[in-house]
């Protein structure tokens, strides 16, 4: 079992930037690739980035490309995305997931933290 818990969302201005951190618990979290995946009021939820239990693959949506960037420290059981140049359309909760791969399928991920929320404003 692994449990995940997003922090660092909150509330920033367009151009400015957010480090989101998930810890998670338990001492397997070095198996896990992580991603993360954001949800909008009113649309589906999609990916965001994902990176391999080493660090060594990393995945990046398109529409975040060149702004975010996901890395994890092992020792610390945690992942982060860092997220510049923040847009208003990158409003959303943000969700860490962690599964065997790094993957774009949110079906791809076992388990999954409760979300945290950012907020842009223009």
């Known amino acids: 079992q692994v449990q995940l818990v997003e922090s660092g969302g909150g509330l920033v201005q367009a151009g400015g930037s957010l480090r989101l951190s998930c810890a998670a618990s338990?001492?397997?979290?070095?198996?896990?690739?992580m991603g993360w995946f954001r949800q909008a009021p009113g649309k589906e939820r999609e990916f965001v980035a994902a990176?391999?239990?080493?660090?060594?693959?990393?995945l990046c949506a398109d529409s975040v490309k060149g702004r975010f960037t996901i890395s994890r420290d092992n020792a610390q059981n945690t992942v982060y995305l860092q997220m510049n140049s923040l847009k208003v359309e990158d409003t959303a909760v943000y969700y860490c997931?962690?599964?065997?791969?790094?993957?774009?399928?949110?079906?791809?991920?076992?388990?999954w933290g409760q979300g945290t929320q950012v907020t842009v404003s223009s």
């Open positions: 997931a962690a599964g065997l791969s790094p993957s774009a399928y949110g079906r791809r991920y076992d388990y």
């Open positions: 338990g001492r397997t979290f070095s198996r896990y690739a």
């Open positions: 990176i391999s239990w080493s660090g060594g693959t990393t």
